[in-house]
C-alpha cells in the first residue's frame, strides 16, 4: 500500500480512463490494398464507427459532461472529417494511431519512421496541434517506436501492457508516461477475431 498516495481531484479516490480507437476502414486497405474497395460489406460496417458511433458518443459524453481520447490513424481522419471535428468541437482529444493500422513492429527503421512522421503531421494540419500521445495500431509497439515518440515530443503512450496502474516508460531520447492498457480490456478480440 502507498503510505503517501498523490490525491486526486475533489477528493476521488481513483480515475478511470476510457479511449477509442477509431480505425474505420483502415483495416480493410491495409489488410486488403489492391481490393480493399471491393469489400462492400466488412467496409460498412467498419465506417459505421466514425459515422454513426462517434456522433453519437460525443453528443452522450457532452450530456454527461466527459472528455476523452480518440486515437485515430490519419488516413481516418483525412477520410472522416465530419467525425474529426465533432470529436475536437466536444474538446476531446486526438492521439496518434498509425497512418494506416500499419504494425510498426512489422516494419523496417526508414519504414516505421516515414509512416509515423506522416502520421503526425496529417493530424497535425488537421486539428491544429501535434498529437501528445500515441497508440501503436494493434498494440504493435516496436524497439523504435519509444524513441521516435519522445524525438517528436510526446508526452505519453498507450500501446503497452506492462501494469495495471502509469508507470514512467525512458526511450533512450526521453522519457515517456506509459498509461498501460490491455487485450482483455479491448473489444476487438471479442467482435473482430
Not at 503510505?3 to 474505420?24: H, Q, S, V
Not at 489492391?34 to 460498412?44: E, I, K
Not at 496541434?129 to 519522445?150: D, K, Q, W
Not at 510526446?154 to 503497452?160: I, K, P, Q, R, T
Request: negative net charge; hydrophobic residues 35%.
Amino acid at each position: 500500500m502507498i503510505e503517501n498516495p498523490i490525491p486526486w481531484p475533489d477528493g476521488a479516490r481513483c480515475a478511470a480512463c476510457i479511449t477509442f480507437d477509431m480505425d474505420a476502414d483502415s483495416l480493410i486497405h491495409i489488410a486488403h490494398p489492391d481490393d480493399g474497395h471491393a469489400r462492400v460489406s466488412a467496409t460498412s460496417m467498419l465506417r459505421y464507427g466514425p459515422e454513426v458511433a462517434v456522433p453519437r458518443i460525443v453528443r452522450t459524453y457532452a450530456e454527461l459532461g466527459i472528455r476523452q481520447t480518440f486515437f485515430i490513424p490519419a488516413w481516418c481522419a483525412e477520410t472522416y472529417p465530419r467525425a474529426v471535428e465533432a470529436i475536437l468541437k466536444g474538446g476531446h482529444e486526438i492521439g496518434q494511431h498509425g497512418y494506416l493500422h500499419e504494425h510498426p513492429s512489422e516494419l523496417g527503421d526508414e519504414e516505421e519512421a516515414y509512416w509515423f512522421h506522416r502520421s503526425r503531421e496529417s493530424l497535425q494540419r488537421i486539428t491544429g496541434r501535434a498529437p501528445r500521445g500515441f497508440r501503436a495500431p494493434l498494440y504493435n509497439f516496436s524497439h523504435r517506436t519509444g524513441r521516435l515518440m519522445a524525438e517528436a515530443g510526446f508526452v505519453y503512450d498507450a500501446s503497452l501492457m506492462g501494469d495495471d496502474q502509469p508507470y514512467l516508460l525512458e526511450t533512450g531520447a526521453g522519457r515517456l508516461v506509459e498509461l498501460p492498457s490491455h487485450w482483455a480490456l479491448d473489444d476487438w478480440p471479442q467482435y473482430v477475431q
